[in-house]
T-cell receptor, first 111, second 115 residues
């Protein structure tokens, strides 16, 4: 059974710092991995999608990597801003096309 | 592309009444849509998988008769909360994906408050 774990559960850093959020999964048989962002009381915004054959994806200040063999993905945020404060969720699409979710990392960027 | 629209964004209803939430895929066809529920400060919980033209698949512990799902077309799925009670107050979110290669897109969510 696929399990997804996100570390840390919460993170608070000063504005301007670069940071890394971690996601690990137990079964390497995945179609893809997605990183989402959720603001309080809001829906989910897809940030990056990495196909199982890919190693990384970049969008602006965000970079996501995928190491399928070791069951790990990282989300790198460069030059963090207060507007980056949100909960970041990692989800893998398993062989049944179902999304398996991590519990999320709550990120606070202090001005 | 791959936009999912969800309505209403917020609804307040009286206990005992029913509420319908719509989820539409605007620029793609979705044979399958997913309904989630999220309580405050908790993770998303998958409630059911909506299948176009057939019965929905419900997760364990989700009452089929209370949460009615209809997926009558390739672009529309509806979730009806029947005989709503205060404990049904939650954030409901739908999602879909054009294909396995595309990833999932989520609606903006519906905040349901039952008074």
């Amino acid at each position: 059974k696929q399990e997804v774990t996100q570390i840390p559960a919460a993170l608070s850093v000063p504005e301007g710092e670069n940071l890394v959020l971690n996601c690990s999964f137990t079964d390497s048989a995945i179609y893809n991995l997605q990183w989402f962002r959720q603001d309080p009381g809001k829906g989910l915004t897809s940030l990056l999608l990495i196909q199982s054959s890919q190693r990384e994806q970049t969008s602006g200040r965000l970079n996501a990597s995928l190491d399928k063999s070791s069951g790990r993905s990282t989300l790198y945020i460069a030059a963090s801003q207060p507007g980056d404060s949100a909960t970041y969720l990692c989800a893998v699409m398993d062989s049944n096309y179902q999304l398996i979710w991590g519990a999320g990392t709550k990120l606070i960027i202090k001005p | 592309g791959a936009v999912v629209s969800q309505h209403p964004s917020r609804v307040i209803c009286k206990s005992g009444t029913s509420v319908k939430i719509e989820c539409r895929s605007l620029d793609f066809q979705a044979t399958t849509m997913f309904w989630y529920r999220q309580f405050p400060k908790q993770s998303l919980m998958l409630m059911a998988t909506s299948n176009e033209g057939s019965k929905a698949t419900y997760e364990q512990g989700v009452e089929k008769d209370k949460f009615l799902i209809n997926h009558a077309s390739l672009t529309l799925s509806t979730l009806t909360v029947t005989s709503a009670h205060p404990e049904d107050s939650s954030f409901y979110i739908c999602s879909a994906h054009p294909s396995a290669n595309y990833g999932y897109t989520f609606g903006s969510g519906t905040r349901l408050t039952v008074v």
